[in-house]
T-cell receptor, first 114, second 114 residues
Framework: DAMVIQNPRYQVTQFGKPVTLSCSQT?????MYWYQQKSSQAPKLLFH???????NEADTPDNFQSRRPNTSFCFLDIRSPGLGDAAMYLC?????????????FGPGTRLTVL | AQSVTQLGSHVSVSEGALVLLRCNYS??????LFWYVQYPNQGLQLLLK??????LVKGINGFEAEFKKSETSFHLTKPSAHMSDAAEYFC????????????FGTGTQLKVEL
């Protein structure tokens, strides 16, 4: 089945220690998104790629970076995680960036910062 | 900018009873509206979407929603709740030209009791 895969599902890191979260897709979609979801809150868009074009949300902290080396993979790098960065990180894809294009979500990576 | 408001952060129903989850939207242009479901420690799964075709939209797992422009609403219903429906439900909106960025409501936690 075509899908969005996130690894690892659970990640523990130390305060200030860089961490990378991974997302891959077999849907061959052009757009990939990263969302941050804190406990009991709605997902919040951090950034997205339309093909190789990177689009950062205005309020995304500089501590968060992303890479998309090819169509299938996208990475979220947190350069110096703080306690406030503990959250579920969701990757999603869509075929294009038209408003009616369904987003397909991965299962998420739950990040714990010690 | 567009937004959605979900009335009721927690809704409790008996198994077999009607499920009604409320969503109101605000948008200066015609919206696209989505309902997603999220089970604990999982990603989001699309239940249904309104993309300006039929105003009554049928989704998976017996859910449906009706787009009412006059009331700026897109409420989610299911005639008979099942224990497996217990989850968090998010209403979300995008618009044409908005880069397919989902703006989520704050979510409604549905509890189903025996």
């Amino acid at each position: 089945d075509a899908m969005v895969i996130q690894n690892p599902r659970y990640q523990v890191t130390q305060f200030g220690k860089p961490v990378t979260l991974s997302c891959s897709q077999t849907l061959n979609h052009n757009v990939m998104y990263w969302y941050q979801q804190k406990s009991s809150q709605a997902p919040k868009l951090l950034f997205h790629y339309y093909d190789k074009d990177f689009n950062n949300e205005a309020d995304t902290p500089d501590n968060f970076q992303s890479r998309r080396p090819n169509t299938s993979f996208c990475f979220l790098d947190i350069r110096s995680p703080g306690l406030g960065d503990a959250a579920m990180y969701l990757c999603a894809t869509s075929r294009d960036n038209r408003g009616n294009s369904e987003q397909f979500f991965g299962p998420g990576t739950r990040l714990t910062v010690l | 900018a567009q937004s959605v408001t979900q009335l009721g952060s927690h809704v409790s129903v008996s198994e077999g009873a009607l499920v009604l989850l409320r969503c109101n939207y605000s948008s200066s242009v015609p919206p696209y509206l989505f309902w997603y479901v999220q089970y604990p420690n999982q990603g989001l799964q699309l239940l249904l979407k309104y993309t300006s075709a039929a105003t009554l939209v049928k989704g998976i797992n017996g859910f449906e929603a009706e787009f009412k422009k006059s009331e700026t609403s897109f409420h989610l219903t299911k005639p008979s709740a099942h224990m497996s429906d217990a989850a968090e439900y998010f209403c979300a909106v995008t618009v044409t030209g908005g880069g397919n960025k989902l703006t989520f409501g704050t979510g409604t936690q549905l509890k189903v009791e025996l």
